[in-house]
């Protein structure tokens, strides 16, 4: 009987050694996931971000500026901004945004 016991505890003990071998990548282990994450960062993260910035400096054209309409609901200034003039937000652009009486340039 305790031969019996006791190779079952070895055969236990011998599969969960496995078993935690095998979820080491899963449990945080550093058994060379790594090299994959290496091979992904250069073969698809980076490409991707070429192609993306290639995109966006191929298709760039010149959008004709929407007419004014005065809004009464649209550039509330309700106090002033604390920068500059208190009226252009801090990523103002003049070319493309609107202050409450129109855009600042004509083009």
């Known amino acids: ?7 079952a505890t070895l055969q236990y003990l011998a599969k969960s050694s496995t078993r935690n071998a095998t979820h080491a990548a899963t449990a945080g282990g550093h058994g060379g996931g790594y090299k994959l994450w290496k091979k ?10 070429a192609l993306g910035m290639a995109n966006a400096y191929l298709s760039h054209e010149h959008h ?3 007419e004014f309409v005065p ?17 252009k937000s801090l990523f103002h652009n003049p070319h493309v945004n609107a202050l409450p009486t129109g855009y ?4």
């Open 1 to 7: 009987m305790a031969y019996v016991l006791s190779r």
């Open 40 to 49: 992904l960062s250069f073969l698809v993260a980076f490409p991707a971000i």
């Open 64 to 66: 004709e500026r929407p």
């Open 71 to 87: 809004y009464e609901y649209l550039r509330l200034r309700t106090k002033r901004f604390p920068w500059g003039d208190g009226q």
């Open 104 to 107: 600042e340039e004509e083009h």
